[in-house]
Each structure stands twice: as C-alpha cells, then as structure tokens.
C-alpha cells in the first residue's frame, strides 16, 4: 500500500493497488462515499450521493479484479457527473428551481463510457444556474465552498467537481467547459484542467444552448489520470452529429516525450486583459518552466481582440433561448443574474447572431494560422485568483468578459484543447492555474505539455493548506 491515505492517491495508483489485490474498489468507493458525506455539509459540492449504485458497482468491479478481468484501467476507481449532464434514472436539474425531479430516460454519452470503463458513480455534483457563470452557487442548491479557503469560490461552473477532487473525494470527477468551466475551477483549486478539443468526447442534448462550444472531460490531481479518462470517454456517439470519428489513440503512450525543440508564445494579456500583477508575476515563472525543459517561449504581444463587442449576442442570446423554455411564472424563481443577461438576449436579433458566428470563424482562422509558427500558447487561466462566495457574478466589479472568463472563452470559440495547470499560491495562499493551448485537435501535444510541466515542478496532493483546512470542518 501507498504510504498517503486512500483518498489523496491518483486512479492510475488505485488501479495498480487493485491489480495487486492489495486493495479493493469496495473499499474505496465506501470510503470516498463517507469522506463525501462528512464534507458535504460545509463545501456542497453534491447535488446527490447514490450510496447503493455506487457500491454496486464498486462490487462487480472487485469481482472482474478477482478473475483478472478489468474492463479498463479506470475499473473501480469512483468519480461523479456535473448536473448539467444526463445519468438515466436520476434527474437534471441544472442548479435550477424551474427544472424538476423528472428522471432522465438514458445515460449521457460521457456517463455511458465512464460506466462502461467500470467506475462507480458517487453522485452528480453542484453547478450554477444553467451553468451560466464561473463561480458555483445556484437557487437551487446554495452555494459551494473551495477546500482552499471557504470563504472563496472554487470557480465555476464545473465548481462541485472542483471542491470534491481537490478534498479528496474520488481522483478525478467529471465536468464541462463551455467557457472557460473546466479551466477555471481547476486553476481557483490547483488541479489539472483539461478541456478537450470540442468534439472528442460526445454529447448528448447536443441542441441545448451552447452546445457547439462545450467540451466534456474531468478535473483532476495529475495528468496521467487526465489521460486515463479522455481514454475511457472519447469516441464518437450517433446521437452527437458534431463528435470526431474514432480515434484509436491511447493518450497515456508518448506522455513522457517531452517539449524540447517546441516554439512557444506566452501572452499574459492577449492585449487588452488586466490581470492581477500576482497572476502574471506567477504565469511568466510558470511559463519559465518551458525553457528549462528545452522549448523556446517567447512573448508574441497582442493576440486576441476585446471578446464582448463580437460575442456577447451568442451568449446573452443563448440564455435567451433558454428562458423562453422556461414557463414565465417560473421567471421569478431563476438566478437574478442569469434572468437580467437572459433578458438583456431577448432584444438580441438574428443579424446580431449572425455577425458573432462571422466573428468566430475568423478568431478559428486566425488562431490556425498563428499555430502554423507556435506548438502552443501558454497565458493565464483567469485574471484574479478565486473570488469571494459573495461576488455577484457579471456586475460592475466583476464583469464575465473582463475578469470572468477573458482568457478562456476564445478557445470554446475556436474549438482547440486548452488546459489548466498549477502556476503557484499568492500571498494570500489561494492557486492560480497556468493555460496551456494547442492547435485545434491536438489534444495529445497539450497532454505531453502538461506531462512535462508537472514533470518539471513539485505541485502534489495533498496540498498543505487544503489539509488544514479539511481538518477544522
């Protein structure tokens, strides 16, 4: 056995435990549902716990151990599903008290493949309203604590699988990244974000609001489970006409090769975004890494231009589209600040809608071309560190396209994988996360970037501050 407790170790250590028969995906499920429970009160990071299903499944999985007969290396390992997405026979809420308790009739592509590898389902997890901002509290379920520091936010939306891996509940949970949703909460916690290039892994509504910038992937504590997990969920699915065809690819092989020889560009303000000094302070020293494993990084100045004047019609017209599904005596029941930008969409007109598309075919086009000179982009993952729980998301002192998601959303746009790497603590001892972008559908260059950077660092779990912090709850 390890000599860290069970619920700090990866699911690649889990698996090789199991195979020893040193360890059992019983033992572990029951364990991370208990450690679940008892953070549950003060972090609320679960919408709801399936105590049954999970130990179920953790049974049949030590039975295949057993016989030596794993259906994949993830086989026992537990992880949870964002309630934005569909798990057969519980509901969707989607943070929102204008949903219901109206059970899904089938298994979200992401959640068909994770059950398939064998991993039991601890519960589905918190998100805002709809998934509409980066922090993680909604109507519905209250409001969700990071492990870091309670009184901050864990980022969003993708927060409940934030807080849960960076406690220690399950090696890695699933998430979704319209925005910056992934990358976000995984640089406010100091874990590893990956969101794929859109398309790897398939999904299933693919015609709600926003589906043509959603990647789905997990938030983790180090790469090669980032890897294990795009092995067990990518592949295509015929309900989703927009996912990639069958890549045979086993993205843990070439991890280890490296970025000596790569030509890097770091922008740590795309141009026009202020960050705090903290955050490009730790950025430029995290993207130094880069040099010290053999690539030449260079800064490349202004890259993109303002996001809001082109893109705010998609996504205010976006909500738009959402509140009209929703019966108007409900109205008063939705998130104030979802409502006031869904409102806002309604005057939104068709030509407005069709001048964002225009624009993001040549933000798509230009970041190509640029990647036809840089293997990648590093910058930072969000301007500030995790912002309080009382910050009122998209208001005068915290604007989405200026310290929301200025950093992340263009490459939702664009389609290509950007991730989300620890960069570091402030002063005030709170992560911030570096971004690592490859060109559009180049997953595995970003996954061996991110190999090498951790690699190179001395970023591990548990993190001291979060220990602390879990022992006085």
Known sequence: MSDRPLHWLTAAELAALYARRELSPVETTDAMLKRAEAFQPRLNFLVLIDHGGALDAARASEARW????????????????????????????????????????????????????????????????????????????????????????????????????????????????????????????GLVGLKPSFGRIAQYPADAPFADVVSQGVLARSVLDTALALNAAAGPDPR??????????????????????????????????????????????????????????????????????????????????????IPSQLHGKLDPGFRAAAEKGLAITLADYARSYEARSRLARDMALWHQNYDLLLAPVT??????????????????????????????????????????????????????????????????AMRAYESRGDWTWPQTIVVKTLAGL
């Open 66 to 189: 057993m016989k030596g007969e794993p259906l994949s290396p993830l086989d026992g390992v537990p992880t949870s599903i964002k309630d934005t997405t569909a798990v057969k026979g519980w509901p969707t809420r989607l943070g929102s008290q204008a949903t219901d308790e109206t059970p899904a009739g089938e298994d979200a592509p992401v959640v068909a493949c994770l059950r398939a590898a064998g991993m039991p389902i601890l519960g589905k997890t918190t998100t805002p309203e709809f998934g509409w901002k980066a922090l993680t509290d909604s109507p519905l379920q209250g409001t969700t604590r990071s492990p870091w520091n309670l009184a901050h936010s864990p980022g969003g939306s993708s927060g409940g699988a934030a807080a849960m891996t960076a406690a220690g509940v399950a090696p890695f949970n699933h998430g979704t990244d319209g925005g910056g949703s992934i990358r976000i909460p995984a640089a406010h916690t």
């Open 383 to 448: 301007p500030t560190a995790a912002p309080t729980v009382d910050t009122l998301y998209n208001s005068e002192t915290f604007p989405r396209w200026t310290k929301g998601a200025p950093y992340t959303l263009p490459f939702n746009l664009t389609g290509q994988p950007a991730a989300s790497m620890p960069a570091g603590l402030t002063s005030a001892g709170l992560p911030v996360g570096i971004q690592i972008v490859g060109p559009v559908r180049a997953d595995h260059l970003v996954l061996r």
């Open 240 to 325: 989703d006409w927009r996912s990639l065809p069958p890549d045979p690819r086993d993205h843990t092989i070439g991890l280890e090769d490296g970025v000596r020889g790569w030509k890097i560009g770091l922008s740590l303000d795309f141009g026009h975004v202020e960050a705090d000094p903290e955050v490009r302070t730790l950025v430029a020293a995290a993207a130094g890494r880069f040099e010290q494993l053999g690539a030449h990084v260079e800064e490349v100045g202004p890259l993109i231009e303002p996001l809001q004047r082109a893109f705010e019609p998609l996504w205010i017209g976006s909500f738009a589209t959402r509140l009209r599904q």
